[in-house]
């Protein structure tokens, strides 16, 4: 679609390569893989992007945010909050100073009992006086419906269903 519009033709062979090559950067390096999608293309065109060196922009820009994300690879339960707290807090120190914007990727848990909620909203609250905001990313299904049950959303913020982490970011950059 982009191709025709825009009058070039599409190589797949070197997207695919393209995407493949981050993929293995994001997995070597701890990141999230990544992939192409409709959506983001139709934003980074419709902010007037031109050219691939808009995503190295949009990289650059994330690194001025100073973004720290943090992803639990299990459900957040009475068992392990205390695990994921302190990891939290380790991993948001060893970023140093700058942080500004902290995402709970939520979209890796199963699960989250009351302990997990109350965690979340924990983490809210302690990040507050050290002004960093705080939000989550791919809240799903049973997930985002135990946050509502615990009162996270009259206590922290509203729960939104499966957002991305470049909408929230994106979302939080245009209220900051």
């Not at 989250?112 to 109350?118: K, N, P, S, T």
């Amino acid at each position: 679609m982009f191709a025709r519009t825009h009058g070039y033709r599409l190589d797949s062979n070197q997207e695919l390569l393209a995407l493949s090559g981050a993929n293995l950067a994001a997995g070597l390096g701890h990141g999230f893989p990544v992939s192409g999608g409709m959506s983001q293309s139709l934003v980074n065109e419709g902010g007037g992007a031109r050219t691939p060196r808009s995503g190295l922009v949009a990289s650059g820009i994330m690194l001025v945010v100073t973004l720290f994300l943090f992803r639990a690879e299990s459900a957040l339960l009475y068992l392990n909050v205390e695990h994921v707290r302190d990891r939290f807090f380790e991993l948001l120190s060893a970023r140093g100073e700058g942080v500004k914007l902290a995402v709970f990727f939520l979209g890796t848990s199963p699960g989250v009992d009351l302990a997990g909620a109350e965690l979340l909203e924990e983490l809210h609250h302690a990040l507050q006086p050290r002004r960093i905001a705080f939000r989550l990313a791919e809240a799903r299904g049973d997930v985002r419906e135990t946050l509502r049950r615990s009162g996270f959303e009259q206590h922290c913020f509203p729960v939104v269903a499966n957002q991305p982490v470049a909408t929230v970011v994106s979302e939080w950059r245009g209220n900051a």
